[in-house]
């Protein structure tokens, strides 16, 4: 028809995952993922750590926890990274090198609130480094990278 511009679909054949196959999605929410329950999400939960927290300070990361009443069943974390650390890029990797560390070393950890503030030699600290320097603060022994 000449009036009606032609709507173009493209073909794509509909193909279920292969068994054994392993997708980058797939990864993130198994066993590599970080659960909300693990995580200090909301602003007054940062502050209530920081206000009433015990600090402990590294080379690298200060960390302040507070010990939680109840019954928790694991350590909840929060990481702060500023902008005084550099650019969105530079604080994304700092912010994936420390999760990586706490996905480590989480199970080791009390139960209790942990905020892990960054500083500025963080971005270029070697990785064994900086595993040593959290794993310290956060009163974890034989932690390796």
Avoid at 21 to 39: C, L
Avoid at 60 to 67: A, D, I, N, W
Avoid at 76 to 94: E, H, M, Q, Y
């Amino acid at each position: 028809m000449r009036g009606q511009p032609q709507r173009w679909t493209p073909r794509v054949e509909q193909q279920g995952p292969v068994q054994g196959d392993v997708s980058p999605a797939s990864i993130s929410r198994g066993i590599f993922s970080w659960p909300k329950a693990a995580k200090l999400r909301k602003r007054p939960e940062f502050l209530r750590v920081q206000e009433a927290g015990r600090r402990r300070s590294g080379r690298h990361v200060t960390v302040v926890s507070l010990r939680v009443d109840g019954g928790a069943s694991c350590a909840r974390f929060g990481l702060v990274v500023t902008r005084k650390l550099g650019g969105a890029v530079v604080r994304n990797r700092i912010k994936r090198r420390l999760r990586e560390i706490l996905r480590q070393v989480r199970g080791m950890v009390a139960p209790a609130d942990v905020v892990l503030l960054a500083r500025r030699s963080v971005a270029d600290a070697r990785w064994d480094e900086l595993v040593a320097d959290v794993g310290r603060a956060l009163g974890v022994d034989g932690v390796k990278g």
